[in-house]
């Protein structure tokens, strides 16, 4: 079945260290792959997207993301983080020609000052 | 800001009744998608509108239905609350099925 995993149901890290938020999805062909922010009580806000071409693709409020193709994964990253980057971050993909985008479970960010 | 507006923010409701939700989608997006977020859980895909037609439907029973009107605003209508429709409910448009912005969504707590 198509599926989007996140391993990392939470993750603490402290101010102005480097984060890695890791995705993998299980789908016969390669799919659009999103990353998504929601901050307490809101709605989603897509960071970035993979569609094809150049596998490290840049995002808004610093953030990129790696996709390779032979591990399955699209990670999110980010050199330093903010207090303000405290939120769950959620991984989707999207067949193409296809209706839904499929989330993973999330990973709930802590940011320690 | 998305351009994607949501009403109510929250909404109570008890066992068994029935409950409208709306979304105005943001200019221009002719596709709209509705999901459901119970808590500590990942958006789950409910159905999706295209030029006032369904457009695919998630694994949710017949209970859920929708509209879309011609502005390409939409409703997200349930029947026959239960327990477990309590969750947020995001609505999302796209100018094409690739990209889905989001609303803020609706609280729906039922009793």
């Known amino acids: 079945a198509q599926s989007v995993t996140q391993p990392d149901i939470h993750i603490t890290v402290s101010e102005g260290a480097s984060l890695e938020l890791r995705c993998n999805y299980s789908?016969?062909?390669?799919?659009?792959l999103f990353w998504y922010v929601q901050s307490p009580g809101q709605g989603l806000q897509l960071l970035l997207k993979?569609?094809?071409?150049?596998?490290l693709v840049q995002g808004i409020k610093g953030f990129e993301a790696e996709f390779k193709r032979s591990q399955s994964s699209f990670n999110l990253r980010k050199p330093s983080v903010h207090w303000s980057d405290a939120a769950e971050y959620f991984c989707?993909?999207?067949?193409?020609?296809?209706?839904?985008?499929?989330f993973g479970q999330g990973t709930r960010l802590t940011i320690n000052p | 800001e998305t351009g994607v507006t949501q009403s109510p923010t929250h909404l109570i409701k008890t066992r068994g009744q029935q409950v409208t939700l709306r979304c105005s989608s943001q200019s221009g997006h002719n596709t709209v998608s509705w999901y459901q977020q119970a808590l500590g859980q990942g958006p789950q895909f409910i159905f999706q509108y295209y030029r006032e037609e369904e457009n695919g439907r998630g694994n949710f029973p017949p209970r859920f239905s929708g509209l879309q009107f011609p502005n390409y605003s939409s409703e997200l209508n349930v029947n026959a609350l239960e327990l477990d429709d309590s969750a947020l409910y995001l609505c999302a448009s796209s100018p094409s099925t690739n990209i889905q912005y989001f609303g803020a969504g609706t609280r729906l707590s039922v009793l």
């Open positions: 989707a993909a999207l067949v193409q020609g296809a209706q839904k985008l499929v």
């Open positions: 993979y569609f094809s071409g150049d596998t």
């Open positions: 789908y016969g062909a390669t799919p659009y």
